[in-house]
Structures are given as structure tokens and as C-alpha cells.
């Protein structure tokens, strides 16, 4: 089992640089990859960055040279540092623990609770 949480969200206006967190508890989290989903209103949600252990990323096309994923496996946290964010970035972004150590993380295990990002002029 393993438990995410992510914080971080918020309101944020055009061109802001918010940074979510999600803090991970369980065993899991040293093992494998790691990845953040973004899910827009009436959406699929979509893998937007994800980071294996070794430090491994891979990110969505809508927000490379935007965006970059990190990891802490120390404190099992992973970060999402965004910068420049469009309107097109709003959603609820959530924290996924992987099933394998790929960092296009296709099949997450675990998901944690999401955290809205709303972007407005």
C-alpha cells in the first residue's frame, strides 16, 4: 500500500510558476517511477511528466521547456515545477506511483487525491 498526497495548487495567473509537491509513504516509492496527470474539465486524464528512480524523465509535448519533474527519494517526494502556464494548464493535477520504473509511466498503482491548478488572466 502507499499513500500520496499533493499540495501545491491554487489559483494562478498567466505566466505564474507554481510548484506542487507530493509526499509518498509506503514502500513502494523507492522502486519505481513516478509521474504527475493533469485532467481538464470533460478530459481524460493524461501523464504530463513523469521521473524514474535513477532521475529518468519524460514529459507530455504541451508542457516541455515548461515543466520539470524531480525527485527526493531521501524524503519520497517528487515535484512538479511549472513555469510560464497558459490557461490550457488548468486541471486537476494529481501524483501517480507507478507500476514499473519507466518514466513514461503508463500503468499507475497508486494515485493520490489530486490538486487543482486554475490559471487565469
Known amino acids: 500500500q502507499a499513500q500520496l498526497v499533493e499540495s501545491g495548487g491554487g489559483s494562478v495567473q498567466i505566466g505564474g510558476s507554481p510548484r506542487l509537491s507530493c509526499a509518498a509513504s509506503g514502500r513502494g516509492f523507492r522502486f519505481v517511477a513516478m509521474g504527475w496527470y493533469r485532467q481538464a474539465t470533460g478530459k481524460e486524464r493524461e501523464l504530463i511528466a513523469g521521473?524514474?528512480?535513477?532521475?529518468?524523465?519524460n514529459y507530455a509535448d504541451s508542457v516541455k521547456g515548461r515543466f520539470t519533474i524531480s525527485r527526493d527519494n531521501a524524503k519520497s517526494t517528487v515535484d512538479l515545477q511549472m513555469n510560464s502556464l497558459k490557461a490550457d494548464d488548468t486541471g486537476m493535477y494529481y501524483c501517480?506511483?507507478?507500476?514499473?520504473?519507466?518514466?513514461?509511466?503508463?500503468?499507475?498503482?497508486?494515485w493520490g487525491q489530486g490538486t487543482q491548478v486554475t490559471v487565469s488572466s
Open positions: 521521473i524514474s528512480v535513477e532521475g529518468s524523465t
Open positions: 501517480g506511483l507507478c507500476a514499473t520504473n519507466q518514466a513514461m509511466c503508463i500503468e499507475v498503482r497508486f
